[in-house]
């Protein structure tokens, strides 16, 4: 008898959490970047507004490495109860498995899309030492000095590489690419004057502010608030720049429906907050669209099919 009631009573705590009863208890969410960077800190400033809209704790945990597979692949493993998520770049989801595939992991299939949350802002910066003073400039001396200037990135695939690929493309000029381990690294080497070039995710606003690098024109059709008199790219003529598919939420493949819809509704409610936007704003990020998560999933799905066709396009092959 006492066999049968211990039994009864694991079977019961076995059973999966339901919608009603969810979260109670603390959500795990993991980075799939190192500590410091702009996913962390964006995650750790909206893990208490979040949690707050849930009434659960949001514990932030980084799992960096691997391309952004190790952290993936630690979520797509988890139970799908709604107590582990991921937040991405987008990138990370839908471009690098088409450079650098797994045999035997796809996070494409593997993960659900909840809600986008940020998307970075790329700047065109130049080093003080390139003679040139605006985005004419810039492209007039590249193109009487093909393959002279050198731009950094935080590695062949990422966000940076592509946008500076894009920018090369659209603007027709050549550049050198010089592959780092992350953009701390080649924001280090740029302000040393190794690499001339820069197509920055927002690390580089205390330089560009005191002067130290050059600002010539900030990613996409608007104006960035930070930076009111430095125009948009696409406004000086160059056009599909910007910093990759949006920063989001992922949940394990198999987590219910209600669950998602849940997290989804507290992340866009946590994003209205000004006092956590004026934040997000200050780490020089943009706040995306909300978006339930069936259109986060499409617009991942439109994303993909545009990189498919555009990393040929730009000479970007995968490994």
């Not at 800190?41 to 893990?47: E, G, S």
């Not at 970075?120 to 004419?136: F, G, K, Q, S, Y």
């Not at 080649?186 to 606003?205: I, M, N």
């Not at 910007?242 to 992922?250: C, R, S």
Request: charged residues 20%; hydrophobic residues 45%; aromatic residues 6%.
């Amino acid at each position: 008898m006492k066999t049968a009631w211990i039994a009864l009573c694991l079977a019961a705590l076995a059973q999966p959490v339901h919608a009603e009863e969810w979260p109670g208890g603390p959500i795990r969410v993991v980075v799939n970047a190192a500590p410091g960077g702009v996913a962390d800190r964006a995650m750790r400033v909206m893990a208490p507004h979040i949690g707050g809209k849930l009434g659960a704790q949001i514990v932030v945990e980084n799992r960096p490495g691997g391309e952004g597979y190790i952290g993936q692949q630690e979520v797509s493993r988890a139970r799908p109860d709604g107590h582990t998520f991921l937040l991405s770049a987008g990138s990370m989801v839908i471009i690098t498995p088409q450079l650098v595939p797994l045999p035997d992991f796809d996070p494409r299939k593997a993960l659900i899309p909840v809600a986008p949350a940020v998307a970075i802002p790329m700047n065109l910066l130049v080093h003080p030492a390139v003679p040139v003073e605006t985005v004419a400039d810039f492209i007039n001396y590249a193109k009487a000095h093909p393959g002279k200037l050198a731009y950094g990135s935080a590695g062949s695939g990422t966000a940076l590489h592509i946008a500076a690929e894009v920018f090369s493309h659209e603007a027709g000029i050549k550049m050198t690419h010089v592959p780092y381990k992350g953009a701390g690294d080649a924001l280090k080497d740029f302000l040393g004057g190794h690499v001339d070039v820069l197509f920055d995710p927002g690390l580089a606003t205390q330089y560009i502010k005191t002067g130290r690098v050059k600002l010539l024109a900030v990613a996409g059709a608007s104006r960035n608030p930070q930076f009111p008199d430095t125009p948009a790219m696409e406004a000086v003529g160059v056009k599909g720049v910007d910093g990759g598919p949006y920063f989001g939420i992922f949940a394990p493949k198999g987590t219910k429906k209600d669950i998602v819809a849940r997290m989804n509704e507290a992340l866009i409610a946590a994003l209205e907050r000004p006092d956590l936007r004026q934040q997000l704003v200050n780490m020089s990020l943009e706040i995306a669209p909300p978006m339930s998560a069936e259109q986060f999933a499409a617009y991942l799905r439109d994303e993909n099919a545009r990189y498919e066709r555009l990393l040929p396009k730009l000479g970007i092959r995968g490994q």
